[in-house]
């Protein structure tokens, strides 16, 4: 399977993620909502690697782990032909995804505490929900704004359904 389609599959797998993420926005189901729009990031993330022919390492930091990893590495960009915008695009994604990672597991089981758990529906409420569905919403669309840099015939579709989605959120 080459790149192009493990990106384009990683893309419909979060094409799912964030229109779980519009009907859980809709229904006020802030912490849901959240979880959806983090997956979502995540597996754009994923797609974004796949495409630049990244080993896909088992991890639920990609920005963080693999992006940044990049990042840090001139000979990989130049491996990579990543000019100017692009790396700025990729230090946009480790920004805003980087964001919704370090949420990390508190989005699906709360945060411990002493006197028991704070559930994720307190944690996220609209006022925080809405905070990271900006912050989710942005990354997914500098995912975007990089893959449509390279003009490959195999994404077209799923890029533009993935926009569409995106506006959605709103």
């Given amino acids: 399977m080459n790149n192009f389609i493990k990106a384009r599959d990683w893309l419909r797998l979060s094409l799912g993620d964030i229109r779980a993420t519009v009907?859980?926005?809709?229904?006020?189901?802030?912490?849901h909502a959240v979880f959806n729009i983090?997956?979502?990031?995540?597996?754009?993330c994923k797609a974004l690697m796949a495409f630049l022919g990244e080993e896909l390492k088992k991890t639920h930091f990609p920005a963080r782990e693999v992006i940044q990893e990049i990042l840090s590495n001139p000979t990989e960009i130049t491996r990579l032909e990543l000019d100017q915008e692009r790396v700025a695009f990729l230090k946009r994604i480790v920004e805003e995804a980087g964001a919704l990672e370090e949420e990390g597991s508190?989005?699906?089981?709360?945060?411990?505490?002493?006197?028991?758990i704070i559930t994720?529906?307190?944690?996220y409420d609209e006022r925080r929900g809405r905070e990271l569905l900006i912050t989710g919403k942005k990354a997914l669309e500098?995912?975007?704004k990089f893959l449509q840099t390279f003009p490959v015939p195999e994404?077209?579709?799923?890029l533009?359904?993935?926009?569409?989605?995106?506006?959605?959120?709103?």
């Fill in 23 to 31: 009907i859980s926005k809709e229904s006020s189901d802030w912490d």
């Fill in 38 to 44: 983090q997956q979502a990031v995540e597996k754009a």
């Fill in 106 to 116: 508190m989005l699906r089981y709360g945060r411990e505490q002493e006197g028991g």
């Fill in 120 to 123: 994720p529906d307190e944690i």
């Fill in 142 to 144: 500098e995912v975007l």
């Fill in 155 to 158: 994404l077209k579709e799923i």
């Fill in 160 to 170: 533009e359904n993935v926009h569409l989605q995106i506006e959605r959120l709103g």
